[in-house]
Structures are given as C-alpha cells and as structure tokens.
C-alpha cells in the first residue's frame, strides 16, 4: 500500500535551495507588478498627488527591471508572465511596457522652465545623437540615456503638444520590450537618429516662440 496523504501537511513547492530562489524571486515579481497596478490606479484616481506618485513608480520600475533579469530564463516576457499567474492588471502592462512614469509619458505640468533645465535637456540630446553616431546599438547602451532624456524633456509643459515627444517614447517602448544585449538594426538607427534630430530642432524652435512655457 502507498502511504497515507496527511491532508494537515504543508505542501513544499521546492525541495532544493535553488528552487526556492526561483520561486521567491516570482512571487516578489508578482508583488511589484500588483503593487504598480494599485498605484497606476490611484494616481489616476488623484488619490495620489504627481510629486507622490513619480518616485514610487520610478521605484517600482526599477525594482521590476531588476527582479525580470533574475527571472528571464524562465519568463521571457511580461506577457507570458502575467498569463500564467493569470494576473488582469492592465494599468500596470502597460506601465511596465512604457518603462517610465506617466508623469513622463504624459507630460508633466511642474512649473517653469529654467536655463537649468534647457542646458540638461540640450546635453541629453546631443549625448543620445552622439551615441547614434558613434554606431551604439545594444538596448543596455541606448535605453538609460533615451530613458534620461525623454525624462528631461517631458518637464517642460509645452511638450505634450511636441511631435518629437509621441517618436520618443514611442522608440523608448520598442527599447524597453528588447533584451539588454539586443541590438537594434541599421535602418532603425538611421530613423531613430534622424526623429530625435528633429525633435531637437522642433524643442529649439518651441522655446524661442514662447510655445515652452
């Protein structure tokens, strides 16, 4: 006869120190995928002011990106990961694809602009179209300084109504959905290097009509 189930038992889910790495390193995953939906949510629902809401999301980013790397052998996409657990969080996807507070993705309304925030804002561009040229074409050498400049960017309230702005975060999501040693081909280089030049002349010519402020 088999032995006897004892139904009291706790079920193990691992048996080896390695498998209970794997599995605490999901369920921490699975936390700050839950936690960022909660706070999308509440952002959207002015539960949380703009100045509270940043940080946290910008947190939570970071803490996402860092737990998926310990994970990516076995999770090769959010997508995937979210369908196995069955986790409906759509606010938090989507966050998640953008990689960037919806402060930035959206715009941000902080106030003036200042000589301070032009000078970084024009070193950013020109670092990120230097980097195009200089042939940088893996995600892990191009997202943080694209990331650090569509950052910059946003701070000015004129941007929301920028052509540039939509391109930017629209490459800033194809960056963010590849592996950080994909690289990105030749002809997506060119076109990329060829919409930030233009959004750097359109944040120019916006800032000398008023249209920044």
């Known amino acids: 006869m088999g032995m006897a189930l004892n139904m009291d038992e706790e079920v193990r889910l691992y048996t080896t120190n390695a498998e209970r790495e794997k ?10 995928i839950v936690g960022l939906d909660y706070l999308e949510r ?31 052998e076995d999770v ?20 998640i694809k953008v990689g960037v507070p ?13 000589g301070k925030w032009v000078a970084e804002t024009t070193q950013s561009f020109i670092t990120f179209m230097d980097a195009l040229k200089l042939r940088l074409r893996a995600k892990d050498q191009l997202h943080p300084i694209l990331q650090e400049l569509v950052t910059g960017y ?19 999501i194809t960056l963010n959905g590849m592996k950080a040693s994909e690289e990105i081909t030749e002809e997506q280089s060119r076109q990329l290097l060829f919409d930030v030049d233009h959004a750097y002349a359109e944040f120019f ?5 008023g249209q920044g402020q």
């Open 23 to 32: 599995f605490e390193t999901r369920a921490t995953l699975y936390g700050i």
């Open 42 to 72: 509440a952002y959207v629902r002015d539960a949380v002011t703009a100045a509270e809401y940043s940080p946290a999301c910008t947190r939570l980013l970071s803490q996402y990106k860092t737990m998926s790397k310990l994970v990516e």
């Open 76 to 95: 090769p996409s959010i997508e995937q990961f979210m369908s196995q657990y069955r986790m409906d969080l759509p606010a938090a996807q989507h966050r």
């Open 102 to 114: 919806a402060t930035v993705e959206h715009s941000s309304e902080a106030g003036p602009e200042t």
């Open 154 to 172: 946003a701070r000015f309230k004129g941007s929301k109504d920028w052509e540039g702005r939509s391109k930017m975060i629209g490459w800033l």
């Open 205 to 209: 010519r916006s800032l000398s009509s």
